[in-house]
């Protein structure tokens, strides 16, 4: 099934990873400086973008990222906001592993 | 002596065998009359130390035995002691005019029953040292399983201690090295953007600073590294431990360790080799973070220890088994700290080189957890070789009999706003055949539909401008009754539209393989 247009847009995904760890380095930044008024929108953000990274990380393979962006899901979704944080930065740390 | 009629047996025989019971067994006796006076009595009598008596004389009064005799009843004394203290049988017998009193000697009895009192005697000592030594046993038992206990418990403590100390390292080392990492991105980009107004100094400056950035972010990776080996050592310890095999290409997984250790090789001026076997499946089946993880470990510490030469590393498979050979030409390992080398914590005296001194143990468990072990050996001087092998089961490539065939491509809508997703679903559809259209909302998905017809669409469900659920409504309103399957990450995308009130044909949770696509096709496709 692999073949050479295939193989480039996964490496390409892969190569991505600097980014999109960027974005979950961002959603710690505002967690931490988010006022109580805006964090349940903050929430609902963090929640939506780690649904689609889930999402795009399992199509990829990359089943580990993906179990802790959708543990991250649930973390937003209960508003938990120790737990989200840390999931947050397990992400980070596996996008730096993987990368 | 008194003959007694006995029918059959002669007096003669009679008297021998009455000389011969007397002799043998010693027998004495005494004949007494009702009014107990002596009428005859045995020559031996006295021999028992008894008074002599005479016939004629009363007896009544000069035995304790005679006191209060009726010699009318038939009496056996147990073992008595003689006057002269010797142990005797004492039997009365009636016979007519009288009594005959004889006395035995039970010497032998007496001995006899010494010795079994003795020995119930020393029994029972032993009986009752047995006792004290099982009641000892007991306690002692108990005190080890209270120390086990209270062990096991202080190793429990020790371990979470370790985990909760390392978490707590973990959480802020991590910020440190996400923030480094982005202000060396930001530096760089700085003096990118900046290049035109920037002087000699100015670069100078920001070379400087990106180099201190550099090195405080090595330095985190370093401390991650060796807390991540805490938690790991502490998860090993309460087997929380979990492999997550995956197929692995071992020669790209070589080669990306390779590309993280060279650097410490040239920092050291040491040549490394590290090569996989071309006789090798394509994939295998193993956790390969873990095997990179051991890898690094074993590797790294054959660097560490090598200063001239180099390290040579060699992977093989065959039979569902990778064999991996680590060979260094190091300083080598004495055969006293060979014996030390796996323990927790333990690290070799005078060798200057830094660790906790736990990355062997767990590569060791980590390696045994994969069905593996780890031989190490080496000579002081020369080199260190660690060899170590794993379950690693080959992946065979399936064929998917269920892919339909058509007389003409299948023809499929795509609507999906990830374009991370999208771009890898329309090329591996695309290459197994299929011809796809691909939209980002559910907006650019009813134009496309009332434009052309489709086989089959696609549709992911949150998506921006028009979402999945009201592209579906609407298709549905408009009467096109084309099959669509929806994708999701989960069956509950968001609480107000549980995903089975939809109407659509089939569902399929994401991740979504080509090959899941085209069974459910085959299904709904006529």
């Known amino acids: 099934m692999s073949s050479m247009n ?11 990873f600097g980014e999109k760890k960027a974005i979950v380095d961002d959603y710690r930044d505002k967690l931490f400086n988010s006022s109580s008024e805006d964090l349940p929108v903050l929430y609902e953000q963090i929640h939506a973008d780690l649904h689609k990274l889930a999402g795009s ?7 580990q990222l993906a179990e802790q962006a959708r543990l991250g899901m649930s973390f937003a979704l209960a508003q938990d906001h120790s737990s989200l944080d840390e999931s947050l930065i397990n992400l980070s740390l596996l996008f730096i592993e993987k990368s | 002596m008194v003959s007694v009629d006995v029918e059959g047996v002669s007096e003669k025989v009679l008297n021998s065998l009455n000389h011969y019971v007397f002799n043998k067994l010693h027998l004495a006796y005494v004949f007494i009359n009702h009014e107990l006076i002596v009428q005859e009595l045995s020559n031996n009598w006295p021999d028992y130390g008894f008074e002599e008596f005479e016939v004629g004389d009363d007896v009544s009064l000069a035995v304790d035995f005679f006191v209060g005799v009726d010699t009318k009843q038939r009496l056996s004394l147990p073992i008595v002691e003689t006057p002269s203290g010797q142990a005797v049988t004492v039997t009365m017998i009636p016979i007519e005019g009288g009594m005959t009193v004889t006395v035995l000697d039970a010497s032998q009895q007496m001995s006899y029953r010494s010795r079994l009192q003795q020995a119930a005697n020393e029994n029972e000592l032993l009986v009752n040292k047995q006792r004290e030594l099982m009641a000892m046993l007991r306690q002692a038992s108990s005190d080890l399983g209270l120390k086990n206990k209270q062990l096991e418990e202080a190793n429990r403590l020790q371990t979470s201690f370790l985990s909760g100390v390392s978490h707590e390292f973990r959480t ?16 760089e980009e700085f003096v990118i953007l900046q290049s035109a107004k920037l002087d000699g100094d100015d670069f100078s400056f920001f070379v400087r600073n990106q180099e201190h950035v550099r090195s405080a972010n090595r330095s985190s990776q370093h401390l991650l590294s060796l807390v991540e080996n805490l938690l790991d050592h502490g998860k090993i310890d309460s087997n929380e431990i979990v492999l997550r095999p995956n197929p692995v290409d071992l020669k790209t997984l070589f080669e990306d360790v390779a590309v993280l250790i060279r650097p410490l090789c040239d920092a050291k001026n040491i ?10 499946p394509s994939s295998v089946f193993v956790d390969d973070s873990r095997l990179r993880q051991c890898l690094i470990n074993l590797i790294g510490n054959a660097v560490k220890f090598t200063d001239d030469g180099g390290v040579s590393v060699l992977g093989r498979w065959k039979d569902d088994q990778l064999y991996v050979s680590i060979d260094d030409t190091g300083l080598g390992i004495s055969e006293d700290d060979l014996a030390k080398i796996k323990l927790p914590f333990w690290q070799a005296e005078g060798t200057g080189k830094a660790g906790t001194g736990l990355g062997l143990t767990i590569t060791e468990k980590i390696i ?74 559910g907006s650019e998905a009813i134009d496309s539909i009332k434009e052309q017809s489709f086989d089959l669409v696609l549709m992911d469900l949150n998506m921006p401008i028009m979402s999945g ?23 509950l995308d968001d609480r107000s539209h549980p995903v089975k009130k939809i109407d659509c044909d089939a569902y399929l949770v994401k991740p979504v393989s080509v090959n899941d696509i085209l069974k459910v096709a085959a299904q709904l496709v006529v």
């Open chain 1, 6 to 16: 295939i193989n480039a847009i996964k490496a390409r995904y892969k190569a991505s």
């Open chain 2, 469 to 491: 659920y009201e592209a579906i409504d609407q298709l549905r309103n408009l009467g096109i009754n084309t099959p669509v399957v929806v994708m999701s990450a989960s069956t």
């Open chain 2, 368 to 441: 045994d957890l994969m069905g593996g072990r780890l031989t190490i050996t080496s000579t002081i001087g020369e080199g260190t070789q660690v060899k170590f092998d794993l379950l690693a089961p080959k992946i065979e490539p399936t064929e998917d009999s269920s892919i339909i065939e058509c007389n003409k491509p299948l023809k499929v809508l795509l609507a999906e706003d990830d374009l991370d997703i999208a771009d890898l679903m329309v090329m591996m559809l695309y290459e197994s055949g299929v011809d796809v259209t691909h939209v980002s909302n």
């Open chain 2, 271 to 280: 040549h490394l080799s590290i090569k996989v076997d071309e006789k090798r």
């Open chain 1, 57 to 63: 990380l399992g199509m990829y393979g990359y089943d």
């Open chain 2, 172 to 187: 802020p080392l991590a910020s440190i090295i996400g923030y480094t990492d982005r202000v060396q991105k930001n530096l």
